[in-house]
């Protein structure tokens, strides 16, 4: 654990109405003495009450920098539990820097990426689970994605994963008294007893493992491919969702030869789609490229959307399109629904299982009824933040995989009738790798890699 003083602009590096310079570490109070005086000069803040604020000025020498406000925080009542200054002043950029460059000057070191949280962690103000929560916070794309993170912040991961634990470590304490003592502490009938709490501790494992498909999809956004034959509106469509002309749209068939990657908010989840080029058999090269990466497109796709022109029939190509989506999760589009039908939802019934819609690309129509059916088809219509806990971290589901299987051999251990000692060893397995969630058992070379991800400043 470091104890020497960090500082870095919290805000960012592009012209705005303020900006922040922040200062955490045991010689922040001294630093912000050197360089900071009142309107009067009268105060040294190092001695004023905590949680106030302040106006003067930044000085380097006898140059003023900038006209300030400065937030005092002591510890261990800040978010690093640490004295903290923070220097609100014009968001210039250059201002900035040079406020910045001037609380280096006088004693501080620039901050790593992420470690003020880190040093939140570390001084056990927040959980590994809550500290990873921070960026989620900042990256959100969706207003789902920002109160699973806001959730997570506030503990729910946390008190889950420390109430099973606990539960864990009772038992564990109780086999081995024991183990210790057997004259005065009996095992029989404890198998049963044992077996009962760990099924219910199964139970809710699983739960959370279940609830990361969700929760992946809440925070990355649903990887959704706009495919189908050349001209049969499938860049309309993208142009319609994202609110503005992104793909070139003409008569001609085979315009869009490559992808078109866009990220669109529909209802507050957030949909990574590609547009991509009309699949149909070709032996032009360049186009033939474009059909090949529409095909890898569906593979990766989390939604397949299907667009066909329902005014023309059905031909081999889009049976090829049909056999190669029948197993992913899909939508059929019927567009061009203002024109004449030569195919209608009857004739793509026969030969695909999948929700089907009537749109008009041209006239926007049907495009609430896709919003809906996606919704229906990933969250069951709703998604509710009042109690769920939802995982969306890939450490943490890899953490509760390891915890449940542990905990499946204590199970498969009790049904064999092993020796108690058997049942101590894979809790203790299931208990450690609960506590890599909240930071209880982790390599300093992981804890170092989490926070690296984050932005400076934060």
């Known amino acids: 654990m470091k104890t020497d003083t960090i500082a870095a602009i919290a805000t960012a ?22 360089i900071y005086k009142s309107k009067n000069n009268d105060k040294l803040l190092s001695k004023v009450k905590s949680h106030t604020i302040h106006y003067g000025y930044i000085f380097d020498g006898e140059e003023m920098i900038d006209e300030v406000m400065v937030l005092i925080m002591r510890a ?4 690093t539990k ?17 406020i910045l460059e001037t609380v280096l000057k006088h004693g501080a070191r620039p901050a790593e990426p992420g470690e003020f949280t880190k040093r939140a ?3 056990g103000r927040i959980d590994l689970s809550q500290a990873e929560s921070v960026i989620d916070i900042i990256n ?58 760990v099924n219910g501790i199964l139970d809710e494992i699983t739960t959370l493992i279940k609830s990361a498909d969700n929760g992946k999809i809440i925070k990355e956004g649903i990887k959704t491919a706009i495919v189908g034959k050349p001209n049969a509106g499938k860049s309309s469509l993208l142009n319609i969702l994202v609110g503005e002309e992104r793909a070139i749209v003409t008569d001609i068939e085979g315009t869009t030869r490559d992808t078109l990657e866009e990220n669109i908010n529909l209802n507050g989840i957030s949909l990574n789609i590609i547009d991509t080029a009309g699949i149909r058999h070709t032996e032009d090269v360049v186009e033939k490229i474009g059909v090949d990466k529409a095909k890898d497109c569906i593979e990766r796709a989390d939604l397949v959307i299907y667009v066909i022109d329902s005014s023309k029939d059905l031909d ?18 019927l567009n061009k629904s203002d ?5 209608g939802v009857e004739d793509v019934k026969k030969y695909i299982n999948k929700p089907i819609i009537l749109i008009s690309a041209k006239e926007e129509t049907g495009i609430n009824d896709l919003e809906n059916t996606i919704k229906n088809m ?34 498969n251990s009790i049904q064999n009738g092993l020796p108690e000692d058997f049942f101590s060893i894979d809790l203790m397995n299931a208990y450690e790798s609960l506590g890599t969630i909240i930071g209880e058992a982790l390599e300093e070379d992981l804890v170092n890699e989490i926070f690296s991800k984050f932005c400076m400043g934060k």
């Open 13 to 34: 590096l592009t012209p705005s109405g303020i900006g922040i310079i922040r200062i955490s570490g045991q010689d922040a109070m001294d630093i912000i003495d050197r």
């Open 76 to 79: 261990p009542n800040s978010y």
């Open 82 to 98: 640490e004295d903290t200054v923070e220097i609100d002043c014009h968001g210039g950029v250059f201002v900035m820097k040079r």
């Open 121 to 123: 962690f570390l001084n």
């Open 140 to 197: 959100s794309k969706n207003e789902y994605a920002l109160n699973s993170s806001l959730s997570q912040l506030k503990g729910s991961v946390k008190n889950d994963i420390i109430q099973n634990r606990e539960k864990i470590i009772h038992e564990i304490a109780f086999i081995e008294t024991a183990l210790d003592d057997p004259e005065h502490i009996s095992l029989d009938g404890f198998p049963e007893k044992l077996n009962n709490i």
């Open 316 to 333: 081999g190509n889009d049976f090829a399109i049909i056999e190669q989506i029948k197993d992913k999760k899909a939508i059929v589009l």
């Open 339 to 343: 024109l004449s039908s030569k195919t």
């Open 378 to 411: 990933f969250f069951n219509g709703e998604i509710s933040f009042n109690d769920e806990v939802m995982i969306t971290n890939v450490r943490h589901k890899n953490a509760l995989i390891d915890a449940k299987e542990s905990l499946e051999l204590v199970v």
